[in-house]
């Protein structure tokens, strides 16, 4: 038998016929896309409301008694858990994940549908036993969202009964979820391309999603087994991670465990979770910058290195989270010097970003704004990073609000400013219509500023010293009136910009019947989602024949050319082309 | 395979350039099927699991206050009056991978399109998994009844139960679930599934499954007993 790619070989696509297995019981790419992303914003607004509970409290302190202090852990916790993980990494490769990699590469499909259903269906069980811990004896774990053991698992912790136990679970659930999907996503891009689109000619939207995608099937074991060992020393009493220890004035029956093996397991996991979360975002926001600055993207193939580079690299930077552990001093010095090389890929993508812009034909769409802002907050989220990338920096502002206004910035503002960015991007492909670009434009400027003014301050509370993770600051010597004044600022600051997202949602929601008619290349964008023959693509995204590629994605403003863009699709010899195929 | 030969015959670049126009073809980077690329993709995430498993092992071994029990006379067996260390685990051993054996065998009978003997010789590696997964459980049953507990044990460092229920109960799971993973293919061999669609790929690819599994054995024996 002569070789056929697998790709052109006749594939048998399960046709839906009945609304339940159209939209609800669905193995299309696009419907299973959309059910991630809805699933994971519908979380991520319970994460919000919770973390504008902890600011009220903060903020002012005196004013709000709803709030305890364990509940104000558990909201610390939950805030954590659901942004990082149920509502990110669900996001990302799930949602954006899902619909993109298989139209941009030219697919029918992502290749093994139906595993790609039962990961959204493990999903949500995951996202449904994380919410019942809201709801059992002890209410959720309060363990903070790295759920450090010794506390994590003792009485006195919030959630120490149920809730520590479901959010093991719910983890563990969420990680066979995300391997189902995350094993589709890799083998599609790696196997599944259409004629022409080389691994070096995919956009980087999917270069970016596909090394997350990696970096999550490595990084995610270390987590699942870690919740192992933890929900065995709780359930079963074991004694992995917990030593012998005085509790409530009594000796425990643990013994001889190791606390800090589970900070190592967790945080191999955890640094790769924040590339996990940056690198499709590094991606989408390259694509949305060139595609609206009318210009090729400055060094595509040290972009595509870059972020293999960074992925690579995350693996060995892990004990940098953990500089106050108590483990041995030398490796600081070893884990410090690994994180401070990865500032030269990221920089190289920065500048790449930068260069890009430089003299295009800037567009200031909705879009543009957000990608825009995205390079504002991450290069300086990613220089409070070299502060504490270095150990002895790192020690004085460890546990301070420096970190949180560092990691917020990095890993909170910039990715979600690149999910609204990307959202307003594609959302003509995904509905067929057009949002409103006043309403548009004002979330922008309302969330972009207002996140500004939270987090900025922050970094002033975190150089005195005032530490994170305390429910209330009355009473230390140390803190002056100015900064409990100011975080008083900053509560109001954050009620507005969590308001402003309504905003958003009323604008997605009124787009999607009142719209206006989008065309179905409304941005004049190269890449090949754009070319479907359908908008929204139909199941299969294709016609009868897949799209052949003659180009990369970023022939933008080409000399000589007809229109100001060509599509991946176009053949050489057709470079002015009237009609799209 | 014949396919792969035919692909790359053509044009061979050397050194690092070759791996680079291997990996940027069009429409696929490695010329295997979905299923078995994805098979791979799966198995090496399950590696960082099992390396995962065994690293916290390690460290928790290093770290105890109380020694660690001497593996060789916990997983000993008196058999006819001999006190033999390791006798079951070594059994055990053989036993899986004489398996993998008997799953490269049908691998190899699938390409044949040998359907009888492809089948015949899965059900046997999946009863070898099986009688595994039997001792296994033989050795379950002795340890507890010896007093051994995830929590703490008589012979020494409570870690020791701990680890142990905990790593090979997650292999013996990978095993059962091997066991009915190629039950089913054997089954669908057998009825003739892969004659019509002229294709015995899937055989393949729960070998390599089957095989990876023993290959994780093979740590497991060499850290957790022969240490």
């Known amino acids: ?581 | 395979m014949a396919e792969q030969a035919l692909s790359n015959e053509n044009t061979l670049t050397e050194g690092f350039a070759g791996i680079a126009e291997d990996w940027s073809a069009d429409k696929q980077a490695f010329h295997v099927p979905w299923g078995k690329a994805m098979m791979w993709i799966f198995l090496l995430s399950d590696t960082f699991i099992f390396s995962c498993f065994l690293t916290g092992y390690m460290h928790v071994r290093m770290n105890t206050t109380v020694a660690w029990p001497f593996p060789s006379e916990v997983f000993a067996l008196t058999v006819f009056g001999a006190h033999i260390p390791l006798i079951l685990i070594a059994i055990m051993t053989f036993i899986l991978i004489s398996s993998s054996g008997t799953m490269a065998m049908a691998v190899n009978f699938g390409y044949r399109k040998n359907r009888k003997v492809t089948a015949a010789l899965m059900a046997a590696t999946a009863l070898f998994g099986l009688s595994f997964v039997g001792m296994q459980a033989f050795e379950w049953t002795k340890l507890i009844e010896e007093g051994v507990r995830p929590w703490g044990n008589p012979f020494g460092a409570a870690q020791f139960g701990s680890a142990f229920f905990m790593i090979t109960g997650f292999h013996g799971l990978h095993v059962s679930i091997g066991v009915i993973y190629l039950s089913v293919v054997a089954f669908k061999v057998y009825r003739g599934d892969f004659d019509r669609a002229d294709n015995y790929e899937a055989v393949e690819i729960a070998g390599l499954y089957w095989h990876f599994v023993d290959l994780v054995w093979v740590f497991i024996f060499a850290f957790f007993y022969l240490w």
């Open chain 1, 1 to 581: 038998m002569a070789y056929v790619a697998l790709a052109d070989r006749e594939q048998e696509l399960s046709h839906p016929h009945s609304f339940l297995t159209k939209y609800i019981w669905s193995q299309d790419h696009k419907v299973i896309a959309i059910q991630y992303g809805l699933t994971a914003i519908a979380v991520g607004v319970v994460a919000l409301i919770l973390s504008v509970m902890m600011r009220l409290q903060l903020g002012f302190p005196d004013t709000f008694s709803l709030i305890h202090p364990s509940e104000y852990y558990q909201f610390v916790t939950m805030h954590g858990m659901i942004m990082v993980i149920y509502l990110l990494t669900a996001l990302f490769l799930g949602g954006f994940g899902n619909y993109l990699i298989p139209l941009m590469v030219g697919a029918r499909d992502m290749v093994f549908p139906y595993l790609n259903m039962l990961s959204y269906w493990f999903y949500l069980v995951s996202v449904i036993i994380l919410m019942s811990s809201f709801f059992v004896t002890g209410g959720p774990t309060g363990a903070g969202w790295t759920l450090y053991p010794p506390q994590a698992i003792m009485q006195g912790t919030p959630g120490a009964d149920a809730g520590i136990i479901l959010m093991l679970v719910s983890l563990a659930v969420f990680i066979i979820a995300f391997t189902m999907g995350g094993l589709n996503y890799v083998t599609t891009v790696l196997q599944a391309r259409t004629r022409g689109m080389t691994l070096m000619r995919m956009p980087l939207s999917v270069w970016g999603i596909f090394t997350a995608t990696v970096l999550g099937l490595l990084a995610f074991p270390a987590l699942l087994v870690s919740a192992i060992m933890m929900a065995f020393d709780k359930i079963l009493g074991t004694s992995f991670f917990m030593p012998a220890i005085i509790s409530l004035g009594e000796q425990t029956e643990y013994m001889g465990g190791s606390p800090v093996l589970f900070q190592h397991l967790f945080w191999f996991f955890g640094h790769p979770e924040v590339y996990i979360v940056a690198l499709p975002a590094f991606g989408i926001v390259s694509d949305l910058l060139s595609t609206h600055a009318r210009k090729n993207i400055f060094g595509y193939r040290m972009m595509v290195w870059a972020i293999v580079g960074i992925g690579g690299l995350s693996f060995i930077v892990w004990a940098h989270h953990m500089y106050v552990s108590g483990m041995n001093p030398y490796f600081g010095f070893f884990f410090a010097t690994t994180t401070l090389i990865i500032a030269v890929p990221t920089a190289i993508k920065v500048y790449n970003w930068v260069l890009t812009l430089w003299q295009g034909d800037i567009h200031l769409t909705v879009p543009m704004l957000f990608a825009i802002a995205f390079i504002f907050t991450f290069i300086h989220g990613g220089l409070t990073g070299i502060f504490l990338g270095n150990v002895v920096v790192d020690l004085p502002l460890s546990d301070t609000y420096f970190v949180i206004a560092h990691f917020h910035m990095v890993m909170g503002v910039s990715p979600i400013l690149v999910v609204f960015g990307a959202i307003y991007h594609w959302y003509p492909k995904m509905t067929g219509r057009m949002y409103n670009e006043r309403l548009g434009q004002a979330h922008f400027w309302m969330t972009f500023l207002g996140t500004y003014s939270i987090y900025l301050p922050m970094h002033y509370l975190g150089f005195l010293g005032v530490p994170r993770r305390y429910y209330a600051y009355e009473g230390i010597e140390f803190i002056p009136q100015s900064a409990i004044e100011l975080n008083a600022a900053i509560t109001i600051a954050a009620i507005i910009v969590a308001l402003t997202q309504i905003i958003f949602f009323v604008n997605m929601t009124w787009s999607l019947f009142k719209g206006k008619k989008a065309d179905p290349n409304p941005w004049g964008s190269a890449s090949l989602e754009w070319q479907t023959p359908d908008t929204p693509p139909i199941h299969g995204n294709w016609g009868p024949e897949l799209p052949t590629v003659y180009r990369w994605a970023y022939d933008y403003s080409v000399p000589g050319a007809d229109k100001d863009f060509i599509s991946q699709d176009t053949a050489p010899s057709d470079t002015a082309p009237e009609t799209n195929t």
